[in-house]
């Protein structure tokens, strides 16, 4: 049982919006930074989101991040196949003094 | 290049030990924390622990505290991680991660650089 709780799937069409949430307490997301990750089958993860809602270069602006109290949410405009991959929210957990990771969702583009 | 790779990884028995190492090069790590996170093949990340740029703050998952000891040699731009009394559940693929800021703690941003991980089986 994670401590942040992701959807295990999602799916949306190729070009349209997709959203996958990400909640949390205030120990962890209400109170410190949020990051976000995709990873390929077989590949390291890779940081899509850090700080909340900062990317790193290189990662297109199709890819956003929102942060509301205890939640969170990452998505993803202009669906590509290429995005098909397993999707991590990770934070720190103040109550815990560890970092914390999402179950993960994986995304189908249909 | 940004490079991070890990080894020291195999197959070990239950109770013995096994030192993993994480060579870094492409940039000095004096200034970022440092992490260990694994991963069961087909299974979702897991946090393993974290040190800061000067040693000073270290952090363990309650599943391997105690057992597991993470240091870094900041002259040698590496990161280590010292696995003891290793158990079945230990079973994982080992990434070391660069992270965004110098401490571990609420200033944890985000891991914006991973090894290839390293493959760790303990099994008899």
């Known amino acids: 049982q994670s401590v942040l709780t992701q959807p295990p799937s999602v799916s949306a069409a190729a070009g349209q919006t997709v959203t996958i949430s990400c909640s949390g307490s205030?120990?962890?997301?209400?109170?410190?930074?949020l990051s976000w990750y995709q990873q390929f089958p077989g590949t390291a993860p890779k940081l899509l989101i850090y700080?909340?809602?900062k990317r790193p270069s290189g990662i297109p602006d199709r890819f956003s991040a929102s942060k509301s109290a205890t939640s969170a949410t990452l998505g993803i405009t202009g669906l590509q196949t290429g995005d098909e991959a397993d999707y991590y929210c990770?934070?720190?957990?103040?109550?815990?003094?560890?970092?914390?990771f999402g179950g993960g969702t994986k995304l189908t583009v249909l | 290049e940004v490079q991070l790779v890990e080894s020291g990884g195999g197959l070990v028995q239950p109770g013995r030990s096994l030192r993993l190492s994480c060579a870094v090069s492409?940039?000095?790590?004096?200034?970022?924390?440092l992490h260990w996170v694994r991963q069961v093949p087909g299974k979702g990340l897991e946090w393993v622990s974290g040190?800061?740029?000067?040693?000073?703050?270290?952090y363990y998952a309650d599943s391997v505290k105690g057992r597991f000891t993470i240091s870094r040699d900041n002259a040698k731009n590496s990161l280590y991680l010292q696995m003891n009394s290793l158990r079945a559940e230990d079973t994982a693929l080992y990434y070391c991660?660069?992270?965004?800021?110098?401490?571990?703690?609420?200033?944890?941003?985000?891991?914006?650089?991973w090894g290839q991980g390293a493959l760790v089986t303990v099994s008899s």
């Open positions: 991660a660069k992270d965004v800021s110098p401490t571990v703690g609420p200033t944890v941003g985000g891991f914006d650089c």
């Open positions: 492409g940039f000095t790590i004096d200034d970022y924390a």
């Open positions: 040190i800061s740029w000067h040693s000073g703050n270290i």
């Open positions: 205030s120990s962890n997301i209400g109170n410190n930074f």
């Open positions: 700080d909340n809602d």
């Open positions: 990770g934070t720190w957990d103040s109550s815990l003094t560890t970092v914390v």
